[in-house]
């Protein structure tokens, strides 16, 4: 009996608990709005990026791989000469090539690319102009340096949370309240775009760049976009 007693007293006071932890739950979510501010800038691109390629066939894979990696060092060798520019390389594919009954292999075919980049456009346009004589061009694109980025949202941020707290205060009066008490924040970032995937069409009419070596160019912009997502709770008179 007695430990039937003690049961039925762990119960009441875990059941008074729940009440009370539901209670709570429902007086915090109580005059609750959620909001969000966001703020915008357009930020100048301040890197390039280049892609070349070398494409060659052979019926021999060996010797074709060898005038590929040829071009490649080559390449490679050029540009690692100018100061600025980040050279990498790219992908590299082989692939058959078959006759018209697409039976029998024929010949082989490899492409390889090298990827540029650098913040000075004058130097890298100089460079892959200079590079096209052996080269092909695969795409050219422009994108923020990451650090810019960080330096943009870092500056952007205060803007973001005053741009917040003028909303709560819009909504605040709005509701007829007396004031407001934060209940959470998130600050978020982006809006910021990577270098697009590098394709042939983004070099159309740039193979003639050999003639004229420095062309032009315009970077363009991306938007960089920090938000502030939060809840507050309206204090009502």
């Known amino acids: 009996m007695r430990n039937l007693t003690r049961l039925a007293t762990a119960l009441a006071l875990t059941a008074a608990s729940l009440a009370s932890s539901a209670l709570f739950a429902d007086e915090a979510r109580y005059n609750q709005i959620s909001l969000r501010a966001e703020v915008n800038q357009e930020v100048a691109h301040d890197l390039m990026h280049v892609a070349l390629y070398t494409e060659s066939q052979n019926t021999d894979p060996a010797k074709l791989a060898a005038e590929i990696t040829n071009t490649l060092n080559k390449t490679l060798e050029q540009a690692r000469q100018v100061k600025g520019v980040a050279v ?92 407001y008490k934060l209940v959470s924040l998130s600050l978020n970032t ?38 502030a997502d939060g809840v507050i709770e309206v204090q009502m008179p």
């Open 88 to 179: 990498k390389l790219g992908s590299r594919n082989s692939y058959p090539v078959y006759d018209d009954k697409g039976q029998k292999i024929t010949a082989w075919r490899e492409r390889a690319e090298v990827r540029l980049e650098s913040a000075d456009f004058a130097r890298l346009s100089t460079l892959t102009g200079e590079l096209l004589q052996s080269m092909k061009m695969a795409g050219m694109d422009f994108s923020i340096a990451s650090d810019t980025r960080k330096a943009r949202e870092d500056a952007m941020l205060k803007d973001a949370v005053n741009a917040f707290k003028a909303r709560a205060q819009l909504a605040t009066e709005a509701l007829g309240g007396k004031g």
């Open 190 to 227: 982006g809006g910021f775009q990577p270098p697009m995937p590098m394709r042939a069409y983004a070099a159309k009419g740039l193979e003639s760049m050999d003639a004229a070596p420095t062309p032009q160019i315009e970077a363009g912009t991306s938007q960089v976009t920090v938000s």
